[in-house]
């Protein structure tokens, strides 16, 4: 049996799928499955046991597969993706639609789940996580996200940076450079996706924004605190583990040229406070918090 599935989407709502992938492998354990998603995700879909081949296909674009004998909608509700599996000509399609309509305000974790048990494909939601790896004992600071709005502001990151002492390293994609330089003082790492995967999978501590890192964080069991506006946590946020999601419970519009006003009312004592809360927290050996008093 062949099974096609779209997400063709970035590296957050591919691991959100993963419970939705794993119900597929249950389900027809001797399937070849084809995930159609972006080609720079390959290492993070070679660490899902669901998936059996990548198809690279970068964002709606036609899909270079025939007559599978399952296609899944992974990706979303429109029209245009359901049109791209259904050119593909596939025995048989799942999909949001008429008989299964898109329910909106609902986590992402959950819409693929629910979408999957009305076909008679059980998934647990909870089935999200990736085999450990070594700890590496990082504090890891992503500031960076695919989106204005849901980036808070570089001289706050660089303030709780300076407060977390000589173990913080500070990612991002090359894209980022600037961004992440202005905010690591000399402690930046950037690299390619499998070493981002690595270091977030062994660290003590993430901070970051909503974005892809702390699904990364999520999938690892990796202690995080994350940053939202102007998606409510609820929606996209941790489900359980050792998280912290902040959120001052104001949504906006996601595409906005400039950061969220809820995301803007997070201050950095509130990031430290919950970072100190979490497994393992402050003071860290070197922050400012952790020097010891000079007398007079």
């Known amino acids: 049996m062949r099974v096609l599935v779209l997400r063709a989407l970035g590296l957050g ?9 794993r119900g597929l492998r249950r389900a027809y354990p001797d399937a070849e499955i084809t995930l159609a998603a972006p080609g720079w995700l390959a290492d993070a879909v070679g660490r899902i046991d669901a998936v059996d081949r990548l198809l690279p296909t970068e964002g709606l674009a036609p899909i270079d597969y025939e007559s599978p004998d399952l296609a899944v909608n992974l990706h979303g509700c429109g029209p245009r993706s359901t049109e791209l599996l259904r050119a593909t000509k596939p025995a048989r399609l799942i999909t949001h639609g008429v008989h299964v309509p898109w329910a909106a305000h609902q986590h992402e974790v959950l ?7 009305q076909f008679g494909i059980a998934c647990d939601p909870a089935d ?12 890891v600071v992503h500031p960076g996200a695919s989106h204005a709005a849901r980036r808070w502001p570089a001289t706050r990151f660089a303030a ?13 994609s090359p894209d980022e450079a600037p961004l992440v330089r202005a905010v690591a003082r000399g402690r930046e790492r950037m ?3 499998a070493g981002l995967l690595d270091l977030v999978a062994g660290a003590r ?3 970051c924004g909503d974005t892809g890192v702390s699904h990364v964080a999520t999938a690892y069991r990796t202690p995080s605190v994350v940053l939202f506006g102007p998606v409510s946590p609820a929606e996209w946020g941790p489900r359980s583990g050792p998280h912290r999601a902040l959120w001052h419970g104001t949504t906006g519009d996601t595409f906005a040229d400039r950061p969220d006003p809820g995301l803007l009312e997070i201050t950095v004592d509130e990031v430290l406070d919950a970072a100190r809360s979490m497994p393992g927290g402050g003071p860290w ?4 918090s952790s020097a010891p ?4």
């Open 13 to 21: 709502d591919l691991l959100t799928a993963v419970p939705a992938l």
């Open 111 to 117: 819409r693929w789940c629910r979408l999957l048990a």
């Open 128 to 139: 999200l996580h990736l085999p450990p790896l070594p700890s590496n004992e990082a504090i």
């Open 160 to 172: 709780v940076v300076r407060e977390l002492g000589p173990d913080v390293v500070v990612t991002g």
């Open 191 to 193: 690299g390619d996706l």
């Open 205 to 207: 501590l993430v901070i």
């Open 285 to 288: 050996p070197g922050s400012a």
């Open 293 to 296: 008093a000079m007398s007079g």
